[in-house]
Structure formats: structure tokens, C-alpha cells
Nanobody, 131 residues
Framework: QVQLVESGGGLVQAGGSLRLSCAASGRTFSNYGMGWFRQAPGKEREFVAAISWSGGSTAYADSVKGRFTISRDNAKNTVYLQMNSLKPEDTAIYYC????????????????????????WGQGTQVTVSS
């Protein structure tokens, strides 16, 4: 069992930056792929970014590529989402998720990008970007 707690959300002006953190419980954090998803009001939850258990593979939604960076610190059991050049359309609740399967494709480690691939979820943190 893994418990995830997000932090770092808040209100920021367009063009600003925020860094989200997700602290995980348990001693096997380094075995889990980690991901960030978000849900805007009236919309379905969508993939934002993911990092493989090894840290060697990352994936991003096209809408955030070049602006957001996912990283992990296994010594601190924490995954981060650095968000730069924020836009009003980035406003959403951001959720952290953990994937206990060490995924590969054609022998290469890959990060999970589908909600169904994740086993544990945090409660979410609100990010609001004003125009």
C-alpha cells in the first residue's frame, strides 16, 4: 500500500511558475512509476506527465511539453512537477499517482500514461492560474 500526499498548489498569475510535490509513504518508492494527472471543472481527468520507476523515461502531454518537468528524488520518496509559463487553461486539480508495475516496451523502460495503469492516487492539490 502506498499513500500519496500532494502539495505546492495555489494561485498564480499567467506566465508564473509553481512546483508541485508528491510525498509517498513506504520503503519501495523507487519501484513505482509516478505520474501527474489533472482535472479541470466540468472536464474529465487527463494525463499531464509521468516518470518511470527508474527515472530514465518520462512522458508529457502535448499541452504541457516544454513548460512542465517531472522529476523524482527516491531518497526523499518524492516526485515533483515543475510548472513554468503557466496558462489559465492549466487551472485544475492536480493528482499524483503511483504505478507498481515496472513497464517496458520492446525491452525499453517506459512511463505509464493511462489512468488505468496506476494503482494509487493522492487527494489532489488545486492550481489556479489567473489571466
Amino acid at each position: 500500500q502506498v499513500q500519496l500526499v500532494e502539495s505546492g498548489g495555489g494561485l498564480v498569475q499567467a506566465g508564473g511558475s509553481l512546483r508541485l510535490s508528491c510525498a509517498a509513504s513506504g520503503r519501495t518508492f523507487s519501484n513505482y512509476g509516478m505520474g501527474w494527472f489533472r482535472q479541470a471543472p466540468g472536464k474529465e481527468r487527463e494525463f499531464v506527465a509521468a516518470i518511470s520507476w527508474s527515472g530514465g523515461s518520462t512522458a508529457y502531454a502535448d499541452s504541457v511539453k516544454g513548460r512542465f518537468t517531472i522529476s523524482r528524488d527516491n531518497a526523499k520518496n518524492t516526485v515533483y512537477l515543475q510548472m513554468n509559463s503557466l496558462k489559465p487553461e492549466d487551472t485544475a486539480i492536480y493528482y499524483c499517482a503511483a504505478d507498481r508495475t515496472q513497464r517496458t516496451v520492446l525491452g525499453a523502460i517506459r512511463a505509464a500514461v493511462r489512468e488505468s495503469e496506476y494503482d494509487y492516487w493522492g487527494q489532489g492539490t488545486q492550481v489556479t492560474v489567473s489571466s
